[in-house]
């Protein structure tokens, strides 16, 4: 069952701004991660950040979460033509990262040259 | 990680027909899973699928509708059978692991 929700659905900027995204979810997590879809393929996973983190960097990418707000956000920093793609929160609910995931409704970036 | 190989990529079938989905993943997984993305939506699971037992399927999905097949634990194969347009969806699969790997889907139409 879908538990995410993102926002903005839709976002537009341009190459070299930063994008943030935002997530939030209704029950009780053990991590909350994040995935890149180009186009209607397969999904890539981004990042894991896990109940007891607040904070986590890859590269670009930063995300935080508050449990107390079950809330999280992704920011991608110096944005590129390339990230052009939907991105997808999702939540493990379970101690096992085999379990399936519970995922959002997704935010739609789209950056421009 | 793993790597998993989905197909068909995409297919365009006739309402009534049936089509099945194969997914091949590179190392031994104890489960798999079965997520449909309609037009401009966001993942909803369909079903888990473990090796020698039968598939778990989640609310509003029905075995006789779409029943999954998991023969050993590198592969499953997932079919929609008796299609109307409304299957016309993104169907995936998926393991787990630090981060889920996914196959990178198969474009249905019904027509």
């Known amino acids: 069952s879908q538990q995410g929700e993102e926002d903005p659905q839709a976002l537009s900027i341009q190459e070299g701004e930063n994008a943030t995204m935002n997530c939030s979810y209704k029950t009780s997590i053990n991590n909350l991660q994040w995935y890149r879809q180009n186009s209607g393929r397969g999904l890539v996973h981004l990042i894991l950040i896990r109940s007891n983190e607040r904070e986590k960097h890859s590269g670009r990418l930063r995300v935080t979460l508050d449990t107390s707000k079950k809330s999280s956000s992704l920011l991608i920093t110096a944005s590129r033509a390339a990230d052009t793609a939907s991105y997808f929160c999702a939540t493990d609910p379970n101690s096992n990262s085999g379990y399936a995931l519970n995922f959002g409704k997704g935010t739609s970036l789209l950056v421009t040259p | 990680s793993a790597v998993i190989s989905q197909k068909p990529s995409r297919d365009i079938c006739q309402r009534g027909t049936s089509l099945t989905i194969q997914c091949q993943v590179d190392?031994?997984?104890?489960?798999m899973f079965w997520y449909r993305q309609q037009p401009g939506q966001s993942l909803t699971l369909i079903a888990t699928?473990?090796?020698?037992?039968?598939?778990?399927?989640e609310s509003g999905f029905v075995i006789d509708k779409f029943p999954i097949s998991r023969p050993n634990l590198t592969f499953s194969t997932l079919t929609v059978s008796n299609m109307s347009p409304e299957d016309s969806s993104i169907y995936l699969c998926s393991v787990g692991g630090e981060g889920a790997f996914f196959g990178q889907g198969t474009r249905l139409t019904v027509v």
């Open positions: 190392s031994q997984v104890t489960m």
């Open positions: 699928a473990n090796q020698g037992s039968e598939a778990t399927y």
